[in-house]
């Protein structure tokens, strides 16, 4: 049973445009969620972050929104650069003592020049 | 300094072998993670070291043996696997458990012949 599930597995986007990232998770007990973009052959490198007492997060080109009620959060990058081509993973866990992460299958993104 | 080494980066073993790779991070770190992830599937978490005792068995098969020889190392000891566990090995590590933001690796590149 996929508890974090991001449902386009790949996305194309004109360099400057937004690109946003869905992601949706089944379980109302994560209370924290992070994204995390992987480059071929290196390691998942930590993005950004919300809790879930937050509704929206900001960090420069990255926002993440999240909505408890529909149990969806989406990661915008804008604008778009082709660097940013890269697989996006979200990830959940919950305050259960355990703080075990479950990730989502990816989306790649590729930023068209 | 936000990195996390692995060595080696690529490991082709016989199925009679006996290999470790290894993990190390001079963040100060109290939590490391070992995650296995297989191609376009999310990374899965095998296991939690918090202040060099281990905390979680994701219910991983013994051919795996996890072990933390300081709060800077993390080895996973390999022998008799079989060829289902290639895939990509990551380390991360985190302030302690109970921090959010996780570091990872690059990764190990696992073939098992």
């Known amino acids: 049973d996929q508890q974090v599930k991001q449902n386009s597995p790949s996305l194309s986007v004109q360099e400057g445009r937004i690109s946003i990232l869905n992601c949706d998770y089944t379980n109302s007990m994560f209370d924290y969620f992070l994204w995390y973009k992987k480059y071929p052959a290196e390691g998942p490198t930590f993005l950004i972050s919300?809790?879930?007492?937050?509704d929206k997060n900001e960090d420069g080109r990255f926002t993440v929104f999240l909505n408890k009620s529909a149990k969806h959060l989406s990661l915008h990058i804008v604008p778009s650069q082709p660097g940013d081509s890269a697989v996006y993973f979200c990830?959940?866990?919950?305050?259960?003592?355990?703080?075990?992460?479950?990730f989502g299958t990816g989306t790649r993104l590729k930023v068209l020049a | 300094d936000t990195e996390v080494t692995q060595t080696p980066k690529h490991l082709v073993m016989g199925m009679t072998n006996k290999k470790s790779l290894k993990c190390e991070q001079h963040m100060g770190h109290r939590a490391m993670y070992w995650y296995k992830q297989k191609a376009k599937k999310p990374p899965e978490l095998m296991f939690v070291y918090s202040y060099e005792k281990l905390s979680i068995n994701e219910s991983v098969p013994s051919r795996f043996s996890p072990e933390c020889p300081n709060s800077s190392l993390l080895n996973l000891h390999l022998h008799a696997l079989q060829p289902e566990d290639s895939a990509l090995y990551l380390c991360?590590?985190?302030?302690?458990?109970?921090?959010?933001?996780?570091?990872f690796g690059p990764g190990t590149r696992l073939t098992v012949t």
């Open positions: 991360a590590s985190s302030q302690d458990v109970s921090a959010y933001e996780q570091y």
């Open positions: 990830a959940a866990n919950s305050n259960s003592g355990t703080y075990k992460y479950i």
């Open positions: 919300i809790s879930s007492i937050k």
